[in-house]
T-cell receptor, first 114, second 114 residues
């Protein structure tokens, strides 16, 4: 069964460092999303991406965050200068162009900022 | 924007009992209501979903009901088993042509005791 894959599974970084989280969405999907889950809290929407541009973003997704689809398969989330409060599990998700509704989530990338 | 409230935050049942989790939403434009199961260290997995033109949907031991007038929907798990132990999230969104920005509830930690 097709799945969304994410790397790395866990990254530890120092405050102020840049981090790039990578995702390979399901191949025929056209909509891509990043969600964040701080430990023990709800899954929060960060940003959605379609047709090579951001379609929607939340107030969490400030200027420190950016997304990119550098080639036909990868979808990346970059945090330019990490803060302690960026420590969380980051989930990538994708959906297809039909109105089925299902979001397929990856296993997540755990980011720890020290 | 959409806001989803979920109750209870924790639920403990004996194996074989039923479990009910309830959610309310605020945006009348929402038309898609999925339930996700999240096991420790993994991404959310869709277990059942319902659309606004349907009042109830059942899949083996799992059922979901939707009351559009009251803006609430519920997950029912019958004959619970220890492997049902996980965190369950409800979500809501207005789907449009495949684009699906889910807003999640805070989650319910379900523990099924043998």
């Amino acid at each position: 069964e097709p799945e969304v894959t994410q790397t790395p599974s866990h990254q530890v970084t120092q405050m102020g460092q840049e981090v790039i989280l990578r995702c390979v969405p399901i191949s025929n999907h056209l909509y891509f999303y990043w969600y964040r889950q701080i430990l023990g809290q709800k899954v929060e929407f960060l940003v959605s991406f379609y047709n090579n541009e951001i379609s929607e973003k939340s107030e969490i997704f400030d200027d420190q965050f950016s997304v990119e689809r550098p080639d036909g398969s990868n979808f990346t989330l970059k945090i330019r200068s990490t803060k302690l409060e960026d420590s969380a599990m980051y989930f990538c998700a994708s959906s297809d162009r039909f109105n089925t509704g299902e979001l397929f989530f990856g296993e997540g990338s755990r980011l720890t900022v020290l | 924007g959409e806001n989803v409230e979920q109750h209870p935050s924790t639920l403990s049942v004996q194996e074989g009992d039923s479990a009910v989790i309830k959610c309310t939403y605020s945006d009348s434009a929402s038309n898609y209501f999925p339930w996700y199961k999240q096991e420790l260290g993994k991404g959310p997995q869709l277990i059942i979903d319902i659309r606004s033109n349907v009042g109830e949907k059942k899949d083996q031991r799992i059922a979901v009901t939707l009351n559009k007038t009251a803006k609430h929907f519920s997950l029912h798990i019958t004959e619970t088993q220890p492997e049902d132990s996980a965190v369950y999230f409800c979500a809501a969104s207005p789907i449009s042509g495949g684009y699906n920005k889910l807003i999640f509830g805070a989650g319910t930690r379900l523990a099924v005791h043998p």
